[in-house]
């Protein structure tokens, strides 16, 4: 089951999300097999990181029906691998990357901010990754992630080919909201109906979207932060 969006306070509202300099996502890279995974962190300025397996807290994979494909998951020093036990349609993940309280020095320790003396502000980042690993029906398909991007192509598109992808917040389209190539930006905005359009570039296109909302009179953390990716293989 996926981890449901926090509720806020009525008095807090959706905001484009602006990327911190520290900002980070998590997605899928394939190896030479088509059953083999690495899981993939960090993303800012090209640089990867390492990161405790312990927040790598849901996996999925389904199959061209939708249903469910068992997958084996290697926790490593610093990191996961993970392997299908066939060739998946699809796969998504669940990234709770915990509660990073700010001090004054500039300097963040993984903590809630009542648990961090002096801190000033404390961000609680959540992260989502859907890969795309064959474009048949599923990939249209909402998976039932609370922050989603689900594409409204019936095929992959080309390099060059305009991607339509509607934007979801627990399960509704969702307005205002920045899309990116990579990890940070504003490449697009979904509209009243939650669509976006990108132009899809050669190989692997990896797309980014986000949302930071404030949180009034919570003693851990003052914003939540959501951060999402999408992958897939353009068309040849």
Known sequence: MFYPLRRLLAATSLALFSPLVSAHTVWL???DSATDYAVRFGGHAGVLEDFPPAKLTEIRAIDEAG?????ARQDLAAGVR??????????TLTFDNGIWSRLPSGRSENLPMDQVE????????VKYHKYIARWDAQASQAQGQPFELVPLNQQAPAAGEPLRLKVLINGQPAQGIALAFGEEGDDAVSDAEGVAVLNARAGVNRIWSGQRLEVANNPAYTQLSTEYSLVFHAQD
């Not at 993970?82 to 796969?91: C, F, G, I, R």
């Not at 002096?118 to 980042?125: F, H, I, K, P």
């Open 67 to 71: 249903e469910p494909i068992n997958v």
């Open 29 to 31: 890279e394939a190896t």
């Open 118 to 125: 002096g801190a000033e502000s404390a961000v609680n980042a």
């Open 82 to 91: 993970l392997k299908t036990a066939q060739p998946a349609s699809l796969l």
